[in-house]
């Protein structure tokens, strides 16, 4: 059995949420965003299991079963990596809104990995640590795409690609702003799950072409800074056109969203809420804002939006 070299007993770590794929880049790309994080606090115990308790703004439905919930697999595999028999207490601060295609169960692990991590004192690197906190997501959707757990982890733009997986992490222009806009539409169980399995088995040629160049006109945009290149680059030919149809007025409010200024608008993760991409020095990402909004309006829904800035990567807020 591993001894650990230091004395903490328990930490706090806080990981933002995210948007991904930016259309092209289905399950390749993610942005974290600052509007929502989640806190996950863990302290060892002598009983040789997790358990896990949430709070938080969010928490109502957010599974307390360690196998169904984003932190359990990663603190497996983190305590089994320590070779630690240990228990673990895990407590949720959830305050990233779940079903809405912000990265919600990505950020919960990212926070549980990094904390984790930190706790063992692990020290694993990027590419471990985003590889570890994939695993949560394959409790929560079925698949361990590290899309979201990636961009929560090490902060603004993050491609992520190979298997095993590997990361990059670019910093994104600071004048960047994303504007998301959410129809209220009642949540649904397992809806990342439900939206995966409308992801196209096979795909021609042709349409991988289009997403390969794109996406490498995304990733050569946030190199440069020029968030034109990124947005008019974010079409998908992969998930987007069967999500989209689950998306009432999607068309409409792509249109407006592009009518007051934005560079580029994708659906966010699995959906339903869409990212559009703003150069806050060319334009307004409020009147984008209310366009979106309006947009959905026009085909009687009600939906609600907000303007973001990327995020930073998963900090430890405390530790003794
Ligand atoms: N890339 C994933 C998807 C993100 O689109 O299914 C889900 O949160």
């Known amino acids: 059995m591993r001894r650990i070299r230091s004395l903490r007993r328990e930490a706090v770590g806080q990981a933002y949420c995210s948007t991904a794929n930016l259309g092209a880049g289905f399950d390749c790309f993610g942005l974290a965003l600052n509007k929502y994080s989640d806190r996950v606090q863990i302290r060892f115990t002598q009983l040789n299991k997790i358990r896990l308790a949430v709070k938080g703004a969010y928490s109502y439905g957010v599974p307390k079963d360690s196998n169904q919930n984003s932190a359990g697999p990663p603190a497996v595999a983190l305590l089994e990596r320590a070779r630690l028999k240990k228990g673990l207490f895990i407590t949720i601060d959830k305050n990233v809104p779940q079903g809405l295609g912000l990265g919600s169960s990505g950020a919960t692990a990212a926070a549980c990995t990094k904390t984790l991590d930190h706790l063992l004192d692990l020290r694993l690197s990027d590419d471990e640590l985003v590889r570890v906190a994939s695993l949560g997501e394959r409790a929560v959707a079925g698949t361990a795409h590290a899309d979201n757990v990636g961009a929560s982890l090490l902060g603004g733009f993050v491609i992520v690609f190979d298997n095993p997986v590997r990361t990059i992490s670019i910093k994104p222009p600071s004048k960047l702003r994303i504007v998301v806009a959410t129809p209220g539409l009642r949540p649904r169980r397992n809806k990342t799950r439900i939206a995966r399995g409308l992801v196209p088995r096979r795909i021609e040629t042709e349409k991988a072409l289009l997403n390969v160049g794109r996406a490498s006109a995304i990733a050569t945009g946030f190199s440069r800074g020029d968030i034109e290149l990124i947005g008019a680059a974010m079409s998908d030919e ?83």
């Open 238 to 320: 992969i998930a987007e056109p069967r999500r989209s149809r689950l998306i009432p007025s999607y068309d409409n409010v792509k249109r407006l969203a592009f009518e007051a200024g934005a560079s580029g608008v994708a659906i966010s993760g699995a959906g339903p809420s869409l990212a559009a991409l703003v150069d806050e020095t060319r334009h307004s990402p409020r009147m984008v804002s209310r366009a979106m909004v309006q947009g959905f309006a026009q085909k009687g829904v009600q939906a609600s939006s907000f303007v973001a800035r990327p995020a930073p990567e998963a900090r430890i807020v405390r530790s003794r």
